[in-house]
């Protein structure tokens, strides 16, 4: 009984140890980073899990977008090592989905030299859609404008 024990705290750290090496060889392939050490403003608004392909590895309802001041941070979920990419907002190029192409209509890319990040389903609509904050300054401007 208790080499039965044994075992399977064995194999339970052999696992252990197995998922976090996973985990980091994930982050490498994919050119993400633990941390993200620049300036990044104040989160503007944050999308919910959905799928992408980051950098040509495609992750299931594991990723998420968080829209800041100065650019977009990519964070995979904690499970698949919780890795995060920054793309600054004025080296970013983005494509918002296409409703004229059927084959683009459902998803959006972010390109930041050789970051890429194509978006599907709910990340592109978020990409599309404009931050809340920015229709209020539209308003805000519009109606100075008609004074």
Known sequence: MLSALYTVLVLLAIGVVLWAIGRLLVNHWVGLRGRVRVPMGDVVRMSGWGTADVNGIGFMESVRVVECERGWLVQLHWILGGGKLWLPRGQTHVTPPDENDRSLADSALLESGPQRVR??????????APPPRTQEKRVRNFIRGME
């Open 119 to 128: 978006l599907e389903g709910d990340l592109a609509e978020f990409i599309a």
